[in-house]
Antibody, heavy 118, light 109 residues
Framework: EVQLVESGGGLVQPGGSLRLSCAASGFTFSSYSMNWVRQAPGKGLEWVSYIDSSRPIIYNADSVKGRFTISRDNAKNSLFLQMNSLRVEDTAVYYC???????????WGQGTLVTVSS | EPVLTQSPGTLSLSPGERATLSCRASQSVISSYLAWYQQKPGQAPRLLIYRASNRATGIPDRFIGSGSGTDFTLTISRLEPEDFAVYYCQQYGSSPLFIFGPGTRVDIK
């Protein structure tokens, strides 16, 4: 069974940093590209960041460029999101998702809440 | 930047009725890389349809995806009580990589 479990969310002050993790199991992690998507309270879905399965190819949304860094450790079946210079508008539930072969997010984690507030 | 528009914003229907949800793209969707998701309160989105018309694993056949180019439709042939939720369409592109529509809420009438 495919499982994605996020952790690392919490309350942080504006300008602060946080590192999210996503533990993957039930599939060959190194064979899949992965993404982070977020959802602000009561709002829709916003794609944040992408990382290729094995090559160093990364894409970020304009809203997080220069502040967020996606990475992965295929040996540990783990995905990460380092978030720096956090803003109030980064407050959201952050989901990690596996990317399927047709550009879809075929499996999603349960999400971790990041709250940026003073 | 490509934009997805979903209509209606809210659909109020009764169990057993047919639901028709629309997703329109501002630019043609490459290779019909268009997906649909269902999200219930407090839960992560769940993939229903990928590549416009293919049901994901375990998705009942009452969920039907169709369309190509810039116009796509998700049809729920007969609404079950568990189908009342928010539905998002998503396009896979070049920049940004994932584009989501604003969602359609399907409410119980």
């Amino acid at each position: 069974e495919v499982q994605l479990v996020e952790s690392g969310g919490g309350l942080v002050q504006p300008g602060g940093s946080l590192r999210l993790s996503c533990a993957a199991s039930g599939f060959t992690f190194s064979s899949y590209s992965m993404n982070w998507v977020r959802q602000a309270p009561g709002k829709g879905l916003e794609w944040v960041s992408y990382i290729d399965s094995s090559r160093p190819i990364i894409y970020n949304a304009d809203s997080v460029k220069g502040r967020f860094t996606i990475s992965r450790d295929n040996a540990k079946n783990s995905l990460f999101l380092q978030m720096n210079s956090l803003r109030v508008e980064d407050t959201a539930v952050y989901y990690c998702l596996r990317q399927g072969h047709h550009g879809e997010g075929d499996y999603w984690g349960q999400g971790t809440l990041v709250t940026v507030s003073s | 930047e490509p934009v997805l528009t979903q209509s209606p914003g809210t659909l109020s229907l009764s169990p057993g009725e047919r639901a028709t949800l629309s997703c329109r793209a501002s630019q043609s969707v490459i290779s019909s890389y268009l997906a649909w998701y269902q999200q219930k309160p407090g839960q992560a989105p769940r993939l229903l349809i990928y590549r416009a018309s293919n049901r994901a694993t375990g998705i009942p056949d009452r969920f039907i995806g169709s369309g190509s180019g810039t116009d796509f439709t998700l049809t729920i042939s007969r609404l079950e009580p568990e189908d009342f939720a928010v539905y998002y369409c998503q396009q896979y592109g070049s920049s940004p990589l994932f584009i989501f529509g604003p969602g359609t809420r399907v409410d119980i009438k």
